[in-house]
Each structure stands twice: as C-alpha cells, then as structure tokens.
C-alpha cells in the first residue's frame, strides 16, 4: 500500500535552517510528480511547493520562493525539502503528499503523509 | 492570485443532507476536488475531477461543480462526518490553491 512518512521537523531558531524528508514506498516514486503542502496550527492547508517526475520542474509558494528547496531522490524512493531564513510564521505541519495528473496538468493529492512539525521560535 | 472561498462552519442533524459550497472565478473552468480532515489527522482525499470518489469513499460523498461554484454534498450524513473540508484546484500560474476550509458539525 502507498505510505508516505515525513520526518525531520522540530525546533528552529528564528533564521536557521531544516531539511525535510518524506520516504515513499509501495509505489514508483519517479512516475509520479511530488508536492509539500502545510497546514499551521488552528489554520487551513497551504501548499508549499511540487516537483515533477524529474527534478527539472519545480515550483513554490510565493511566501516561501527563495528560501525552500524542493528536491527529489528517486533512487532512495525519497522527497525532501530544504527550508533556509526560517520565520515565525513557517511553522506547521509539513505533509508530503503524492499529486495526480490529469491530462498533463497536476491536480490533486491523493495520498498524505502523517505530517512533521516544524517550530520557529527563539 | 486565484482565491477559493467556503463559509467557515456548517451544521447538520443525523441523516440529514450537507451541503459545503467553494466560490471561485470561473472554478466551473477547472476540475475541484475536497479533502477531509479530522482533527489530528492527515486530509483524506473525498472528491476529485469534480465528482468522482476515490475507492473507499462512502457514496453520501457526492460533488459538483459549475460556474463559479463547487459543491460538496454529504447525504444521510453521520457522527463520523464531522471534520474540516477543504476544497482545491489548480490555478494556470501553475499553483494549487486550497479553499478557506469549512467546519461541518453533526448535531
């Protein structure tokens, strides 16, 4: 069955760095493209980032366009993303979650990880 | 930047029928899809390409879309239900956008 399990999230000071990742199993990471969505605390979804089945396409959320990294290791069935210039307001929970195409466009997630938190604070 | 609104709570009594709406710009234009979440728990996917229902997803779940609205209908619904729904499409500027997300409480 389809698992996605995120990991390393935690306490970060306010400018620090953290690198999320998400390992996928029971089905072929490379067919598929990837994406990281949040959700902070009390609040709704917001999705963060995808990569398609390569890592030549990516795209960001405006708010974290600069300072994230999305990446991919398909060889490790692996999802990552690297989070540089942390803010107070980055911290929520991190969901990997798996995207479906629908005639080449990207459109839904339809599997989620159990999320990891990540905690900008002083 | 494209935005998708939902009323923030809906109520319903037992058996019931729900109805949880997602404005948006011409959002009949694209396909809509809802997700589930109960607290403390990852989103389900419920809904997707507007109307279709992932396998194991109960048929009360049911949705539509059209002109500048989408909607989510719950019918007969039941304790279980009660959640965050949150709707979501995808925008040209190559972005997903998910909906304010909506409380629905059983009553």
């Known amino acids: 069955q389809v698992q996605l399990v995120e990991s390393g999230g935690g306490l970060v000071k306010p400018g620090g760095s953290l690198r999320l990742s998400c390992a996928a199993s029971g089905f072929t990471l490379s067919d598929y493209y990837m994406s990281w969505i949040r959700q902070a605390p009390g609040k709704g979804l917001e999705w963060v980032s995808y990569?398609?089945?390569?890592?030549?396409?990516?795209n960001y959320a405006d708010s974290v366009k600069g300072r994230f990294t999305i990446s991919r290791d398909n060889a490790r069935n692996s999802l990552y993303l690297q989070m540089n210039s942390l803010r107070a307001e980055d911290s929520a929970v991190y969901y990997c979650a798996r995207v479906q195409v629908v005639t080449a466009t990207p459109q839904y997630f339809d599997y989620w990880g159990q999320g990891t938190l990540v905690t900008v604070s002083s | 930047s494209y935005e998708l609104t939902q009323p923030p709570s809906v109520s319903v009594s037992p058996g019931q029928t729900a109805s949880i709406t997602c404005s948006g710009d011409k959002l009949g234009d694209k396909y809509a899809c809802w997700y589930q979440q109960k607290p403390g728990q990852s989103p389900v996917l419920i809904i997707y390409q507007d109307t279709k229902r992932p396998s194991g997803i109960p048929e009360r779940f049911s949705g539509s879309n059209s002109g500048n609205t989408a909607t989510l209908t719950i019918s007969g619904t039941q304790s279980m239900d009660e959640a965050d729904y949150y709707c979501q499409a995808w925008d040209s500027r190559n972005a997903f956008v998910f909906g304010t997300g909506t409380k629905v409480t059983v009553l």
């Open positions: 990569i398609g089945r390569s890592t030549s396409y990516t």
